[in-house]
């Protein structure tokens, strides 16, 4: 085979040495495909059960305050910096092998968030269990090496919207637990540590490992710098809105961050075996996939930040029951709630008040089961008239649902049948995007390939999430209690006690969607110019057209 554009390998082995299941029974490669996907929802189950959750883990380590944020702030983190050396280690270890380590990883994580009281421990649990974000992009070269090239693209759907696992039941599940008296959250690390028990052997005994292996050495000071670089700016990006974007300490984190990155470009350029090769990575074909990855993820990162909040927010009459008995219990019942006075300043005709089952049955639900779909089929679709137009309609559906939130964001029925919308475009976005990458790449490098675009939905979430909080600070909502003003929040009837979760106007919301929409237009418009993705995807060949003569040809 010619050279592919990489310079640290000899090129992939022949066809039938990768171990694909080109003679398996139909059954077979779809049990494969099935265990491997339920697999992958690790890292998206714990999101729809865990993130959600965040007030209420927070009660339970008193003194934390808004540093509860630091459990999703660390999962991101980790998860991001170590993705991409994870995905680059599976090309030289085995696709298989790694995501073995990354379930066991991901269960220790899970045994200790489930049983400690420690607020550090904790943090180290998310830490452990933050690799399973590398789950899915390990995945996708496992699926190319292992199933035949005619049902890759539809495979890759799957692996990236699941099988309604995460996105429906760990939905209602998390609601159901943590509504449910007597349960506590642990309830929620516990059904990961039994979800994770079952997987783990079912991938070992079903799942073959692929035979294909990366011909090189992984370069040790390359993985660093790319680890340090992305992690040091995702700590900016995600918890600048906390602290301070102009915060001496955390525009260091950010400095540092892009000069490892810079350091790692200067250094790949010199070394003879480069983790990834950087032809391939500022190629069209990888670079405006990544481009457009980055301002779909932000359009994830807002409404998956936003919404939520706004429907557990307590409505106007509520916000002011609560905020009575608030009162009323820091005077030890000397004073009835109804007799406080409590004026709202600022608008907030969206709260709902909805708990965790409330918010999944009521809104989150539906667009999730449509994306499981939407997923399957853009897959599909990939495979037989390229990835590129059912992306264009799923920006379009970010774009769309984004300018339509901004105009109306009220009420329960409009943010499901605008979600079921969203649901759409998530699933093409999460089944496309890996698809048009493994087009792009050549074998050697599908794992750090898949990787960097893990890099970008992570600090493109990221900056979503900030951007979101950023504009939720400008506009608090302010409460005038007994005579005096102070910052609105959800205060606990039993103790009085105001959590530090804050409640911001309808004018935040606004806002945020507004700069969701930009984010989701200017991903619509890359796509739009996107010159790759616009023939049928081969499963794994595509990459072949920049070289010629061919040994390989696509699957008839």
Known sequence: MTDTGSSTAAGPPPENDTGRLDNASRGRIFAVIAVVVLFAEVAPLQYTMVSPAAQLIGRSFPGVGSNIAWMTIVFGLVGGAATPILGKLSDLYGKRNMLLAVGVSFLIGSLICATTSSWTLFLIGRAFQAVAIAAATVAYGLIRDLIPRKYVPLAIGLVSTGLGVSGVGGIMLSGVLTDTAGWSYKSLFWFLVIYTLVTLPLLFIVCPETKFRARQKLDPLGALLLAGGVGFALLYVSNGANVGWTDPLYLGYLVLGVLLVVSFVVLERRVSQPIIDLRLLFSPKVSVVLFIAFFASIVVGIQAFAIPYMVSTPSHAGLIAMTQQGAAARFKGLVQPDQIPVK????????????????????????SSVSMFSGAASGQLSGKIGARRPLLIGMFAFAATSGVYAAAHHGALVLALVGIVFGVGFGAYYATTPNLLVEASPPEQQGITAGMLGVSNSIGTAVGTAVAAAFQAAHPVRLIVAGQTVLAGTPDPKTGITERAG?????????????????????????????????????GLGYLSDTAPEKETAPA
């Open 344 to 367: 709202v300043l600022g608008d907030i005709g969206y709260g709902l008040g909805f708990t965790l089952l409330g918010l999944a049955f009521h809104v989150q639900v539906w667009g």
């Open 503 to 539: 409640v911001f106007t309808d004018t935040a919301y606004t806002q945020i969607f507004i700069a969701c929409a930009i984010a989701g237009a200017i991903a619509l418009v890359g796509t739009y110019f996107m010159r790759s993705g616009r023939t049928p995807s081969t499963g």
